[in-house]
């Protein structure tokens, strides 16, 4: 559901290694999801996305896993650097629905 | 333009003062979305407008907040009689909305802080 009034959750990862982003979505009908990358002062930006209708999207350096079963979305970033260093939100989709739906956000942090 | 557009991008005023927060979308896009951010916080939805259908006001915090968006042109935020906690980025972005299937295009926020 919509986040609001939570402080982010914070994930904290050496430069080089992988990071996984989660997030839990709540619709079961939710048709597309998007992942957001907001660094700071910035508004969000797109990263990736995928539809219901695949498990796995890869993009440069990113990829995204769906699982539908349990309503979990996940980004993995490869080889983190610090530009990788923001808040990501995933957001949920469905047919006929007035708008998307942001997750809380997760907190990324590159250690050197 | 280019990309969602919103000004001012800061804005300090006075508890009790009305402010007024605009934002140009990406022409052509059909849907607009105002979010309120608190600092270290997340996204927290407000007002959706989405072509000539009713907007959906279901985010607005109080009465003291109300949108305009006039066709798929400019949308405006109004906040009325300003109160400290309403101190926050607001952020607005646009999407086109094809076949069920939307990617919103955000623009870089207005800081606004009620002193």
């Known amino acids: 559901g919509e986040s609001v009034g939570l402080h982010l959750p914070t994930l904290s990862v050496q430069e080089g290694d992988n990071s996984i982003i989660n997030c839990a979505y709540s619709?079961?009908?939710?048709?597309?999801f998007i992942w957001y990358k907001q660094e700071s002062g910035k508004g969000p930006q797109f990263i990736i996305d995928i539809r219901s209708n695949m498990d796995k999207r890869q993009g440069q350096r990113v990829t995204v896993l769906l699982n539908k079963t349990v309503k979990h979305l996940s980004l993995q970033i490869a080889a983190t650097q610090p530009g990788d260093s923001a808040v990501y939100f995933c957001?949920?989709?469905?047919?006929?629905?007035?708008?998307?739906?942001f997750g809380q956000g997760t907190r990324l942090t590159i250690n050197p | 333009g280019a990309g969602v557009s919103q000004s001012p991008s800061n804005k300090v005023t006075e508890k009790g003062k009305d402010v007024e927060l605009r934002c140009d979308p990406i022409?052509?896009?059909?849907?607009l979305y105002w979010y309120r951010q608190r600092l270290g916080q997340g996204l927290e939805f407000l007002i959706y407008?989405?072509?000539?259908?009713?907007?959906?006001k279901s985010g607005l915090p109080s009465d003291r907040f109300s949108a305009e968006r006039t066709g798929e042109s400019v949308s405006t935020l109004t906040i009325q009689r300003t109160q400290q906690e309403d101190s926050a980025v607001y952020l607005c972005?646009?999407?086109?909305?094809?076949?069920?299937?939307?990617?919103?295009?955000f623009g870089s926020g207005t800081q606004l802080s009620v002193l």
């Open positions: 022409s052509g896009h059909t849907a």
């Open positions: 619709n079961s009908a939710s048709d597309y």
């Open positions: 407008f989405q072509g000539n259908s009713a907007p959906d």
């Open positions: 957001a949920e989709g469905s047919p006929g629905a007035q708008k998307l739906v």
């Open positions: 972005a646009s999407s086109l909305y094809i076949l069920g299937y939307e990617k919103l295009f």
